[in-house]
Nanobody, 126 residues
């Protein structure tokens, strides 16, 4: 069992940065792929980024490539999402999730993740 708690969201102006954290409970955190998803008002939850247990393999959704950086510190049972050059379209509730996707293409699937946090709100004003 893994419990996840996100923090670090807030209201920022476009062009600025935010760093989200995902604190995990449990002793098996490093065996899970850690994913970040977001959900804008009235839209479906979408994939943002994911990192494997060892932190060696990373995947990003195209719209955040070059702006967002996903990382993890397994010794602290914590994952991060550094968000730079934020845009109004990045607004939404951001969720971290832990799972064991069967293959690389499934890293972006919500169904690949067993455990989810409660989300943290990010609002980017223009």
């Amino acid at each position: 069992q893994v419990q996840l708690v996100e923090s670090g969201g807030g209201l920022v102006q476009a062009g600025n940065s935010l760093r989200l954290s995902c604190a995990a409970s449990g002793r098996t955190f490093d065996t899970y792929v850690l994913g970040w998803f977001r959900q804008a008002p009235g839209k479906e939850r979408e994939f943002v980024a994911a990192i494997n247990g060892a932190g060696e393999t990373i995947s990003y959704e195209d719209s955040v490539k070059g702006r967002f950086i996903i990382s993890r510190e397994n010794a602290k049972n914590t994952g991060y999402l550094q968000m730079n050059s934020l845009k109004p379209e990045d607004t939404g509730v951001y969720f971290c999730a832990a799972g064991r996707p069967a293959y690389a293409a499934s890293w972006s699937w919500r169904s690949s993740y067993f455990y989810w946090g409660q989300g943290t709100q990010v609002i980017v004003s223009s």
